[in-house]
């Protein structure tokens, strides 16, 4: 039986994730953004626990009973310290009837929240390039409530690429009473295509503007056709953002949604087929890809996934960078031609890789202090506004 419940002042809390010892959650606010009443396919999504409010991300909804979301927000606890690629690994999925989510532009006590039914998350469990996770609710949400937004499965972000933020974290680092109201930011552009970022990333990942902080992990990439292309991973002080693409994961995408549609009953969405325009439509966003590494690159070039060199084109080389064949891409060789646009010459490797940013933390500007009472949904209002102030008081940076 589908239920609704309301989660209260949630508003005044939102900003920071939740952590107790034995649970934690990377999260990431749209800095310097407006209201954003058009995007209402982005959802905040709570974790609500035994042990009351414990973190919330934000999402988007790509189906009618789906939405994305980060593998980190779904997890129950996660290692200490900063993501390392190859390192960090995610730990299991916390139970489906803790997660809810709304799209409410502003979220208060009147707030009602679609309750989840099953958490997916990509097979591997890696903190860089698995970052990725699909939640199905137990009821579809009405078409007057939200339109679900496409994913852009079949092509990744361009190097040069405009895209929007939209997010329901803080406005501005330390700032946790802005949390809780939806905000976009557009015009922020893809620094770096998926395969030719270099470290701190996976080859399935791609840096985008600054612009976000807590609250936003989960939140999507959305391209100038509004087609979510990247779902937000983590960051490094309220900036420097990394994001999973979307394309990397099309067909467990495609999975989950055929899935989520039977359980919704009603047809899967036309972009099941594989393609994120319907026959016979295209979109603006296809004439970006293709620059800088983008979507139209050639297989077998620079940006394309490899695990050995034969699957490089002559004058190419993989280039991983945690060593390991698993997120492997293919460079070029620098040894004898300039790089292109947006790439040097790593002189260790003698490739073309793109500068990266300083360092990155593990997806959060600051953690919190979670609420150690049980408490039902309905009383969660009456100690909000006292968790605020101890959330301030244990703000801390989240180390690399």
């Not at 989960?218 to 509004?226: I, K, M, R, V």
């Not at 467990?252 to 087929?273: D, R």
């Not at 292109?340 to 260790?348: E, P, R, T």
């Not at 490797?349 to 990155?360: E, G, I, Q, R, Y």
């Amino acid at each position: 039986m589908w239920r609704r419940a309301s989660l209260g002042l949630l508003a005044v809390l939102c900003g920071c994730a939740a952590r107790t010892p034995d649970s934690g959650r990377l999260v990431q606010g749209i800095t310097g953004g407006v209201a954003d009443s058009e995007h209402t396919a982005v959802f905040l999504v709570a974790e609500y626990t035994d042990q009351g409010l414990n973190a919330f991300c934000s999402s988007t909804l790509i189906a009618p009973n789906l939405i994305l979301t980060a593998h980190h927000c779904v997890v129950g606890a996660l290692p200490s310290g900063g993501v390392q690629c190859g390192v960090t690994q995610f730990g299991p999925a916390v139970a489906a009837t803790e997660l809810f989510a709304s799209n409410d532009e502003v979220v208060d006590q009147n707030t009602v929240f679609y309750p989840a039914q099953a958490v997916d998350v990509p097979p591997g469990g890696d903190g860089c390039g698995f970052d990725l996770a699909l939640i199905t609710l137990a009821q579809t949400v009405p078409a007057a409530s939200a339109t679900p937004t496409v994913p852009r499965i079949d092509r990744r972000a361009a190097s040069g690429e405009t895209y929007t933020a939209s997010g329901y974290g803080e406005d501005s680092s330390g700032s946790a009473d802005s949390a809780g109201s939806r905000r976009e930011l557009s015009d922020r552009t893809v620094v770096c295509a998926p395969g030719t970022c270099g470290q701190p990333a996976a080859s399935s990942e791609f840096f985008g503007g600054d612009g976000v902080c807590e609250g936003d992990s989960g939140s999507p990439a959305l391209d100038q056709d509004g087609k979510v292309m990247g779902v937000l991973s983590r960051g490094y002080q309220c900036a420097q953002p990394i994001y999973s693409s979307v394309s990397a994961w099309s067909d467990w995408i495609i999975s989950v949604a055929t899935q989520a549609a039977q359980v919704g009953g009603y047809q899967p969405p036309f972009w099941t087929n594989g393609k994120s325009d319907p026959a016979g439509a295209g979109g603006s966003a296809g004439a970006a890809a293709g620059a800088g590494g983008g979507a139209g690159t050639t297989p077998g070039e620079q940006g394309s996934s490899c695990s050995k060199p034969s699957d490089c084109s002559v004058g190419f080389g993989c280039y991983s960078p945690t060593g390991q064949a698993s997120n492997g891409y293919c460079a070029a060789d620098c040894t004898s031609q300039a790089c292109g646009a947006g790439l040097s010459c790593n002189s260790n490797f003698k490739v073309c890789l793109a500068a990266a940013p300083a360092s990155h933390d593990s997806g959060s500007c600051a953690f919190v202090a979670a609420p150690r009472e049980s408490r039902s949904l309905g009383a969660l209002a009456l100690v909000l506004l006292a968790l605020v102030g101890r959330a301030r008081a244990r703000r801390r940076r989240v180390p690399e």
